[in-house]
């Protein structure tokens, strides 16, 4: 199926989202920040990419906007999943590059159908 990086600093929500997209067929990678997130990315082809926005050491919108930097990671979908659901920054996200928003807590069955929705586009 498809390589999942998933960048949280919650090894609880790290952990959801493996048990949600494991049995999907899905590989996922974790990172605990964005820093460590772009290292990741950068380092190993990844076909989707779910991040938190409040994380220490880099945010998930600073991530973003270096992750659109990298050639290998510029097509890559970049699927948001934060406790915050304020409209300015789902807006910093997009303007980011972030291509969807999911509000914590989620539903496995609401990520699933939405990773299936990103990968295959």
């Given amino acids: 199926m498809a390589t999942v990086?998933?960048?949280d600093d919650s090894p609880s929500i790290r952990?959801?989202?493996k048990v949600v997209l494991g049995p999907a067929g899905h590989t996922v990678v974790e990172a605990g920040d964005g820093a460590e997130g772009l290292a990741k990315a950068k380092?190993?082809?990844v076909n989707l990419v779910i991040t938190?926005?409040?994380m220490p050491v880099m945010n998930g919108i600073e991530m973003i906007r270096q992750l659109?930097?990298?050639p290998s990671c510029t097509g890559v979908p970049i699927l948001f999943l934060s406790t915050e659901s304020d409209e300015g920054m789902k807006q910093q996200a997009r303007s980011a590059g972030a291509t969807g928003w999911i509000t914590?807590?989620?539903k496995p069955e609401q990520l699933l159908a939405v990773v299936s929705k990103l990968i295959r586009t």
Avoid: C, S, Y
Wanted: proline share 11%; glycine share 0%.
């Fill in 52 to 54: 938190d926005l409040n």
């Fill in 43 to 45: 380092a190993e082809p």
């Fill in 15 to 17: 952990q959801m989202i």
């Fill in 104 to 106: 914590k807590p989620f």
């Fill in 68 to 70: 659109r930097q990298v």
């Fill in 5 to 7: 990086l998933t960048v």
